[in-house]
């Protein structure tokens, strides 16, 4: 089926086989390659983008359930060379060790910020249980998320 | 992991949606918020040559108060349910519950619909309206039925829908001045209950106690009921917890495991719902 998705503010037309799993969609038709696919389950959010401003598992999401919605990537976060300021903390913070969880941490933490813009630490960790960090490096992504919404983190 | 070959059709009322199940018979298959459906889908456990995607369905999200019921649209999902002011104030348990379903991107599309008519016995919701005596609504070709919580689940992954037939609402008895406790034990946070007891309390009558993932399909432990009713305290009502039940075995929880936990957390549940603070928590 024909599918028209706006994708980090970008209008899109494409046609795809009705059974297309949107996180396909989005690495392999429009070459959007930073959102990962980890389990494949719908357990380790890897996969995780915004759709209409939520957070979702976009393996487990068709491309045409997502048809006429706004979807947003780790891609389109940034404002030309200024990093969103969630991302700037995850850097800041060392928020991150391998790496592979972390466009899916990102996009978790962004979602949970526009519901909860000042969360504590216990807040964080729950509102972010939807993702895997198999690294565990669980501690530094918490100091990144408490940072990015303004308030201080303690040394 | 990707589908089968699948047609999608999207419907944007109930009656577009009954049509296409008239239309397309045993081949089509209600799609809500996919977070039951896709993975069986996609480990190829289901594979239904037409999907009829209902979870834009407007008319089937709301929560809204009906005299002694509180009325909610069979696609309103986990997340909306979970934060409505009505529910949380009017059908706390059912409220509380929704927010315990999976993680926030799965709350962000399940449906309460979708996880009861999935009939998954390791799902939180069907221990929650068994516990309220919710009644379902379904509508078929040949108008709207109610069918009573209790006799909604008929087994695994069954229910008392027809394959005609669309779940559009579940009516939930107003139970703002009754107690209530949920309890469930998971080995990580956004896992299935390995058990879960959800409990409506005692006022005006006594306590309902209703089952996560301890036999086919969701059940009510009418033994610590019955004990309840005949004056047991609520710890000596929570020793019956299993009784009746044919929990799953399996390598991560054994069924006399399930059997123990359900003890235990039905302990914790009763005492949550008659205002206490379970011991050791």
């Known amino acids: 089926m024909r599918v028209t998705i706006e994708v980090n503010g970008r209008r899109t037309e494409e046609e795809v086989e009705d059974r297309t799993l949107l996180v396909h969609h989005l690495r392999d038709t429009l070459g959007l390659t930073a959102t990962n696919i980890g389990c494949d389950t719908t357990s380790c959010g890897a996969c995780t983008v ?106 | 992991m990707i589908p089968a070959t699948l047609s999608y059709r999207r419907a944007s009322s109930v009656d577009e949606a009954l049509g296409m199940l008239a239309e397309h018979g045993e081949d089509a298959k209600l799609l809500a918020g996919g977070h039951s459906l896709l993975p069986l889908m996609k480990l190829r456990l289901a594979a239904p040559e037409v999907v009829v995607d209902i979870g834009r369905i407007e008319e089937l999200r709301y929560v809204r108060t009906e005299g002694d019921v509180v009325a909610i649209g069979a696609m309103t999902r986990h997340h909306d349910l979970h934060t409505d002011g009505v529910a949380g104030r009017e059908v706390p348990l059912v409220a509380h519950v929704a927010g315990e379903v999976g993680d926030p991107q799965v709350r962000h599309r399940g449906t309460i619909g979708g996880s009861l008519a999935h009939g998954d016995p390791a799902a939180d919701l069907p221990a929650a309206v068994l516990a309220c005596d919710a009644t379902l609504v379904a509508r078929g070709p040949d108008g709207a039925r109610e069918i009573p919580a209790a006799e909604f689940f008929a087994g695994l992954f069954t229910t008392a829908l027809g394959p005609d037939e669309i779940l559009t609402e579940i009516r939930v008895p107003r139970a703002a001045d009754r107690g209530w406790g949920f309890e469930k034990f998971t080995r990580r946070r956004f896992d299935w209950s390995i058990v879960g007891v959800a409990v409506l309390g005692g006022s005006p009558t006594q306590p309902a106690v209703g089952l996560v993932n301890m036999g086919e399909a969701p059940i009510r432990a009418t033994a610590v009921e019955r004990a309840l009713a005949a004056g047991a305290t609520p710890a000596e009502a929570a020793e019956h917890a299993a009784e009746g039940t044919s929990p799953p075995d399996e390598p991560h929880a054994s069924a006399g495991y399930r059997r123990h936990l359900a003890t235990v957390l039905t302990a914790r549940a009763l005492e949550r719902a008659a205002g206490g603070s379970p011991a050791g928590l």
Do not use: W
Not at chain 1, 75 to 102: I, K, N
Not at chain 1, 103 to 117: D, H, K
Not at chain 1, 138 to 143: A, L, P
């Open chain 1, 50 to 155: 915004l759709v209409d401003g939520e957070s979702v598992k976009s393996c487990t999401v068709l491309a045409a359930q997502a048809d006429g919605a706004a979807v947003t990537t780790v891609e389109g976060l940034a404002e030309g060379e200024t990093l969103h300021p969630v991302q700037q903390a995850f850097q800041d913070h060392h928020g991150l060790q391998c790496g592979f969880c972390t466009p899916g941490m990102i996009m978790a933490a962004v979602s949970l910020l526009e519901a909860n813009p000042r969360p504590t630490r216990e807040d964080v960790r729950t509102g972010l249980e939807g993702n895997l960090c198999r690294c565990t490096g669980y501690h530094n992504i918490v100091d990144a998320v408490v940072a990015a919404s303004g308030q201080e983190v303690p040394r």
